[in-house]
């Protein structure tokens, strides 16, 4: 970072700081208003910005949850071209509900997926629509006060601990790393797979989770690719075990290096283009990065990008022998050790509680 322009970002980071501080007081001394509702609502989100997983979280939650009750997906729909509250059908594009709610709209059609900026709104909104509804996942609220979620979820990633950076602009804090307090879950996100005890017991103990809080660790689990432009049936998958392509790796998310790394110890080259985090392609975009794949020599040669990069991506026309080269490659968490038991029967134990036919909710 230029040394020159680090200071005004101090100060602006110290603005930023004081008007969040504030605002989250009045919060907690109740002259704002946080309002609950009487049906579960599970909350999952950061308090940096991007890069720590939460689509992927929450559709662990969706698996979890979808077999046994009505579950509702509940965003703010994040740089759509859109206002208020929109519910998702599968014909919805990234510029109507945004490139997340569509992801989970098209992993998942037969789930209820909505997009509203006031979250209180939407979910008033879902539950004088749909009164069969169960319960409300809330993607990315963690700072949407205005809503008090029976579960809050905050996600850190492992790779960038929160204690260690500052507040937006000079760093990536939405706010005081003090607002992790408000969490009932934690997980600690992108943990490398063969972390050692010692490692995991030093990372709990620099990020001084409160004792109401639980604490689970999760990895990142990168699937078999799947073809963008092409049904599944068409494709010729390439060879990834012959470790011998040439990637060029479209991104527009907010830390691909990953990513990259994890491409780049099983393949002869991976070349990244990073665009902005929920870019929006144009073809002008579409048009480089396919001179860019014919310029690479050879045939062994694939264009590969994110889930969440696919779906801006499906509505350009693209050029009848460029297809079956553009892949996306899914991602999902696991959980380490024994976590997943563990916050399986957390998260259900809330949900059968707090339904509407437990004795609880009734009382």
Do not use: C
Request: no cysteine; proline share 6%; hydrophobic share 40%.
């Amino acid at each position: 970072m230029n040394l020159l322009i680090k200071p005004f970002l101090f100060i602006f980071s110290l603005l930023y700081g004081l008007i969040v501080f504030f605002r989250n007081k009045l919060f907690d001394y109740k002259i704002l208003k946080s309002n609950e509702f009487h049906l579960p609502v599970i909350s999952v989100g950061n308090i940096t910005v991007g890069g720590t997983g939460k689509t992927p979280h929450t559709e662990y939650l969706i698996r979890l949850l979808k077999d046994k009750y009505n579950v509702a997906i509940l965003s703010r729909g994040y740089k759509r071209k859109t206002k208020d509250f929109i519910v998702a059908t599968e014909q919805s594009t990234s510029e109507v509900i945004g490139d997340e709610p569509l992801q989970i709209k098209r992993k998942f059609p037969e789930l209820i997926v909505a997009v509203d900026r006031k979250r209180v709104n939407g979910i008033k909104k879902l539950i004088e629509n749909i009164p069969e509804l169960d319960v409300i996942l809330l993607d990315d609220a963690y700072q949407h006060r205005s809503v008090n979620p029976g579960v809050n979820i905050l996600l850190i990633d492992y790779n960038r601990p929160i204690k260690n950076d500052w507040l937006l602009p000079l760093g990536r804090l939405r706010e005081s790393a003090s607002g992790k307090k408000r969490a009932d879950i934690i997980i600690i996100s992108k943990v490398p797979e063969d972390i050692t005890a010692m490692d995991k017991r030093l990372f709990l103990m620099n990020a001084g989770a409160k004792s109401h809080q639980t604490v689970y660790f999760t990895t990142i689990k990168y699937g078999d690719p799947q073809p963008v432009f092409v049904p599944q049936s068409k494709k010729k998958k390439p060879d990834f075990a012959k470790k011998t392509l040439t990637i060029l790796l479209v991104t527009g998310i907010a830390d691909p290096s990953l990513l990259i790394n994890e491409l780049a110890a099983a393949n002869k080259e991976v070349i990244p283009l990073r665009y902005p985090d929920h870019h929006a392609f144009t073809q002008g975009d579409i048009d480089f990065v396919l001179d860019k794949y014919q310029a690479i020599a050879g045939m062994d040669k694939i264009i590969l990008t994110t889930e969440k990069d696919s779906v801006r991506l499906i509505s350009f026309n693209i050029p009848e022998n460029i297809p079956e080269a553009w892949y996306y490659i899914p991602m999902e968490i696991k959980f380490l050790s024994d976590d997943a038991e563990h916050l399986n029967q957390q998260i259900l134990h809330y949900v059968s509680n707090n339904s509407k036919n437990s004795i609880l909710y009734k009382e």
